[in-house]
């Protein structure tokens, strides 16, 4: 019986990290816009308990937190996209760069200034704290200050006030 590798690939350069800070324990609990308002934080809480487990045994065997899909997003890339700042904060504790660039020329904080969930601005903040140049821009790509600049949303402003 073979073991599975925390360094093997799917067919998009994918790694079991990449997966493991996306995938919840139930998609339909993921989707908090169409949860009961009250269930909501209890749902958010517990698909971001079970994909920082899920993150914390990779990562415990050896996963790379700055592995790049084929596309060149890292884990940190799709977290900073989600709702759970746990798997941000997790993958930041282990060693994710928070100034890697993909292929679109985004950087986590960037990702991050777009994120809608209810926990976006926490996630944002947590980047800006822990190192991430809000001013860095790859090729063809926009800096976290200037989408700011584009999409005038308050909470994303009042994160990110000392660098506008």
Do not use: C
């Not at 971001?48 to 990779?58: E, P």
């Amino acid at each position: 019986m073979s073991q599975a590798n925390v360094h093997d690939r799917d067919e998009f350069g994918r790694t079991p990290l990449h997966y493991a800070v996306l995938d919840g324990p139930d998609d339909s609990a993921n989707d908090w816009k169409e949860t009961d308002p009250s269930r909501r934080e209890e749902l958010r809480r517990r698909s971001a308990d079970f994909r920082v487990a899920n993150a914390q045994r990779l990562i415990a065997y050896g996963a790379d937190v700055n592995a790049r899909e084929d596309e060149q997003w890292t884990p940190l890339h799709f977290a900073a996209r989600e709702d759970s700042p746990e798997v941000v904060r997790l993958l930041l504790d282990s060693g994710a760069d928070p100034n890697v660039i993909n292929n679109q020329g985004s950087t986590p904080i960037s990702i991050a200034v777009g994120n809608t969930t209810p926990t976006g601005t926490t996630i944002l903040q947590l980047l800006k704290d822990r190192g991430a140049d809000p001013y860095l821009k790859g090729e063809g790509g926009v800096s976290a200050v200037d989408y700011a600049r584009m999409i005038e949303d308050e909470k994303v402003n009042s994160v990110l006030a000392d660098v506008l």
